[in-house]
């Protein structure tokens, strides 16, 4: 029970003070270590309120993703669930009523004994290892049977979606792989980021890879350079990760909107300033997936940075309507602050909404 205690008070704090891995849980440094390292390699996550159970409960997952115990706010646990390699429950034990969730956190629907897993995408049938439709990336993957999962390899690989997505697991610890999927699906209760990664994940003629590496200098302004912490890259078509960074949901989410503008061809043409056009995305990201506000001077006017932020909960007609008037007024704010600083590709004149950015606004 004292390993309960340690665990969930630990996660308590640092989920409610940052809904993410990222308090150094990307560093692969042996002198960061983080509360992530428990007996079950484990880490849990604030996340669901139980009527029946009295209050909030916390999940403890193992490296997976799979909830294999349900702590209630007397820090007892109520539900103990073993698995078999392809997610079949081995055992389930409970002693307060029962929550859906099992399986990489995925929803059992054990309506008419099917017992499925809801992965979005698709279905997922434990007991035989397979899909009852076929993988929506499928023409990516024309070398494996559009009905696996995970490939054929559920100790090694996760599906959270129920589509393939490209990850360079290769250059990544397990700790890091994980908290990877975990920031993917966190941000993914913001609608626009969900619209983003769905776009990019159904691109049969696009795959943009998610690795960890080294990334490339950037010009902070005044022929200064300075690290970054996540970078995309048009030449590669890839998402990297500094090895020894904790880049945020901001960050993050900036970077997969550059893979989406480069997709639809927009990212170097040189019409647009996709860096501001960006980071107005990656505030409304952050702010409907209710992420850490994160303030830094960026070139972005603090109250436009901020009412982004706060307004974004949902995209309502009034957040769309202030973008709409003020975005060119507080993109030249912008442009010029980073013509001051003699950054060339942050200074790109701005004269009007990008046409993508209007595609997220209507």
Request: with cysteine; net charge neutral; glycine share 6%.
């Amino acid at each position: 029970m004292t390993c309960f205690s340690i665990i969930l008070h630990t996660f308590a704090y640092i989920r409610l003070k940052k809904p993410s891995c990222h308090d150094n849980q990307y560093s692969t440094s042996p002198h960061q270590k983080t509360a992530n390292e428990n007996r079950w390699g484990a880490h849990a996550v604030l996340l669901w309120l139980h009527a029946g159970w009295g209050g909030l409960c916390f999940y403890i997952k193992d490296y997976q993703g799979n909830v294999r115990v349900v702590l209630n706010q007397a820090n007892r646990p109520v539900e103990i669930n073993s698995y078999y390699p392809y997610g079949g429950l081995m055992a389930a034990t409970t002693t307060e009523g029962s929550q859906p969730y099992k399986y990489g956190t995925k929803e059992l629907d054990r309506e008419n004994g099917l017992d499925w897993y809801d992965s979005k995408a698709r279905m997922y049938d434990p007991t035989i290892g397979r899909t009852p439709t076929q993988d929506p990336m499928a023409e990516k993957y024309y070398s494996k049977s559009p009905y696996l999962w995970c490939a054929g390899n559920p100790i090694t690989f996760t599906d959270p979606t129920g589509a393939i997505v490209q990850i360079d697991s290769t250059k990544m610890t397990s700790e890091q792989y994980q908290c990877l999927l975990e920031d993917i699906k966190f941000m993914r209760k913001s609608d626009t980021f969900n619209r983003i990664y769905t776009m990019l994940e159904s691109n049969t003629e696009y795959t943009v890879t998610i690795t960890f590496g080294k990334t490339i200098l950037n010009n902070g302004g005044d022929g200064v350079s300075e690290p970054v912490f996540v970078q995309y890259s048009a030449d590669t078509k890839t998402i990297t990760i500094e090895n020894e960074s904790s880049p945020t949901i901001l960050q993050l989410s900036e970077e997969f909107y550059h893979a989406m503008q480069d997709m639809f061809g927009v990212l170097t043409n040189g019409k647009n300033n996709v860096e501001f056009e960006a980071k107005n995305i990656a505030l409304i990201v952050a702010g409907e997936s209710n992420a850490p506000y994160v303030d830094y001077d960026n070139g972005i006017p603090k109250s436009y940075k901020e009412f982004l932020y706060y307004s974004s909960l949902e995209m309502s007609a009034s957040l769309k309507a202030y973008i709409q008037n003020n975005y060119i007024s507080n993109g030249r704010f912008f442009s010029q602050y980073w013509k001051r600083r003699k950054n060339n590709h942050y200074s790109t004149p701005v004269n009007s909404i990008p046409n993508l950015l209007k595609h997220f606004l209507k």
